[in-house]
């Protein structure tokens, strides 16, 4: 399997879950914000549309270039939140730290994280009851 049929996988399947939970409310539109937008994420819509969902349609993706400036970043990731975008998909761990300073309610899909997401404080987790580890 080629790198970007990978990514296109996994971002698809990453991406819809939160979807199922929000399908059972009617008339309301997914909306999927990408930061930097490049060809990389030409893949990544493929798999959507793979998976039945098509910007327009039944899904609305917005976009922003930040051209891996962490201030633009982290602007990108502002308008998204004020927006109430129902996820935000990044690609690398810049553009991660940069989304995750901005949000903790928005779902974060991370692509291309090249850092430990855990001990990089991408994302949190805290200890249950019964001492296992949960995010």
């Given at each position: 399997m080629k790198r970007r049929e990978f990514i296109s996988l996994i971002s698809g399947a990453a991406i819809t879950a939160?979807?199922?939970a929000r399908a059972q409310q009617p008339n309301k539109t997914p909306?999927?914000?990408?930061?930097?937008?490049?060809p990389l994420w030409d893949q990544f819509r493929l798999g959507l549309r793979d998976l039945g969902y098509?910007?327009?349609?039944?899904?609305?993706?917005?976009?922003?270039?930040?051209?891996?400036?962490f201030d633009q970043l982290r602007q990108a990731a502002r308008e998204f939140a004020s927006m109430?975008?129902?996820?935000?998909?990044?690609?690398?761990?810049t553009a991660t730290r940069a989304a995750?300073?901005?949000?903790?309610t928005i779902p974060i899909v991370m692509i291309g994280v090249h850092?430990?997401?855990?001990?990089?404080?991408a994302?949190?987790?805290?200890?249950?009851t019964n001492k296992e580890l949960v995010p």
């Open positions: 939160p979807f199922g909306h999927i914000g990408i930061i930097d937008d490049s098509v910007d327009g349609r039944n899904i609305v993706i917005d976009s922003r270039s930040a051209q891996s400036d109430k975008e129902n996820v935000i998909v990044v690609y690398g761990s995750r300073q901005v949000t903790s850092t430990y997401p855990l001990s990089s404080g994302i949190a987790c805290k200890a249950s």
